[in-house]
């Protein structure tokens, strides 16, 4: 089976203005890029592939800013990074809206205290209806994408407004289709422990250095304590953070 590792980023001219951004060259319009070349490192580790060695941040990055380039953006875009086993990095990249506030603003919400957001930006997330198993494909992210498809297929999800929520085959829930998830609990948001065989998303990591997110070592997150209308913070690499509830399926 032929397959590479994949990364998907942003640039977006807003995050210059954000520090947290911020690479060793100073403000970065590419979203957490650094991260993003630490999880290609890693996963090309995982998966044994020593062509991908000579990988290194500086290329990267010259690669993605020489592809916004070419195409001639300017203000936003999605940046879709494949890394071959031979060491081939592939860009490419398709539009998106630019951010109009903090990516990460909506961490800070307590669902407890605070005035949802209008309900037209709330996600709708489903349980997926059957377990995945756990492998190398849940662990690292790559263009063999099967397993998430068809959990998507089987919620009938087809849009940004809805997500599916994955869970192993102890029941345990591992992330979404194309987010990672943390769920509101006692007051702080707890994400999916790494030993379940979850994805450790770049956002995720990001979150919990900075102490915003918890990651669950209680088994609290498992499919029989998800209810109607918990709260769900959505994160990834090109989204930032979004808010969603539980919506079950009978």
Same mark, same amino acid.
């Given at each position: 089976?032929?397959?590479?590792?994949?990364?998907?980023?942003?640039?977006?001219?807003s995050?210059?203005?954000c520090?947290?951004?911020?690479?060793?060259?100073?403000?970065?319009?590419?979203?957490?890029?650094?991260f993003?070349?630490d999880?290609?490192?890693?996963?090309?580790?995982q998966?044994d592939w020593?062509? *991908?060695?000579?990988l290194?941040y500086?290329?990267?990055?010259?690669k993605?800013?020489?592809?916004?380039?070419?195409e001639?953006?300017?203000?936003?875009?999605k940046?879709?990074?494949?890394?071959?086993e031979?060491?081939?990095?592939? +860009?490419?990249?398709?539009?998106?809206?630019?951010?109009?506030?903090?990516?990460?603003?909506?961490?800070?919400?307590?669902p407890?205290?605070?005035?949802p957001?209008?309900?037209?930006?709330? +996600?709708?997330?489903?349980?997926?209806?059957m377990?995945?198993?756990?492998?190398?494909? %849940?662990?690292?992210?790559?263009t063999?994408?099967?397993?998430?498809?068809?959990?998507?297929?089987r919620?009938?999800?087809?849009?940004?407004?809805?997500?599916?929520?994955?869970f192993?085959?102890?029941?345990?829930? %591992?992330?979404?289709?194309?987010?990672?998830?943390?769920?509101?609990? *006692?007051?702080?948001?707890? %994400?999916?422990?790494?030993?379940?065989?979850?994805?450790?998303?770049?956002?995720?990591?990001?979150?919990?250095?900075?102490?915003l997110?918890d990651e669950?070592?209680g088994?609290q997150l498992?499919?029989?304590?998800?209810?109607?209308?918990?709260?769900v913070l959505?994160?990834?690499?090109v989204?930032?953070?979004?808010?969603?509830?539980?919506?079950?399926?009978?």
């Amino acid at each position: 089976m032929y397959y590479s590792l994949l990364s998907s980023t942003r640039y977006d001219e807003s995050l210059l203005k954000c520090g947290w951004n911020n690479d060793i060259d100073g403000p970065s319009p590419f979203f957490l890029l650094p991260f993003h070349f630490d999880r290609l490192r890693e996963a090309s580790e995982q998966h044994d592939w020593q062509g *991908a060695n000579t990988l290194s941040y500086t290329m990267l990055k010259e690669k993605c800013r020489q592809k916004v380039e070419q195409e001639g953006h300017t203000q936003a875009v999605k940046v879709r990074i494949t890394l071959s086993e031979a060491g081939e990095i592939e +860009v490419t990249v398709s539009a998106v809206a630019s951010f109009q506030s903090d990516p990460m603003g909506l961490v800070h919400f307590n669902p407890m205290l605070d005035i949802p957001p209008d309900d037209n930006s709330i +996600v709708a997330v489903h349980i997926d209806s059957m377990s995945t198993p756990s492998s190398l494909f %849940t662990r690292t992210k790559t263009t063999n994408r099967a397993l998430y498809d068809e959990a998507r297929t089987r919620a009938k999800i087809s849009s940004s407004t809805s997500e599916v929520v994955l869970f192993n085959d102890d029941s345990s829930i %591992t992330e979404a289709s194309i987010s990672n998830v943390s769920f509101f609990r *006692a007051g702080r948001w707890l %994400t999916p422990s790494a030993s379940t065989g979850c994805l450790p998303g770049v956002l995720r990591r990001w979150l919990l250095q900075k102490g915003l997110i918890d990651e669950d070592h209680g088994e609290q997150l498992t499919v029989n304590r998800i209810l109607e209308g918990d709260w769900v913070l959505l994160s990834n690499g090109v989204q930032g953070c979004r808010l969603g509830r539980i919506a079950l399926i009978p």
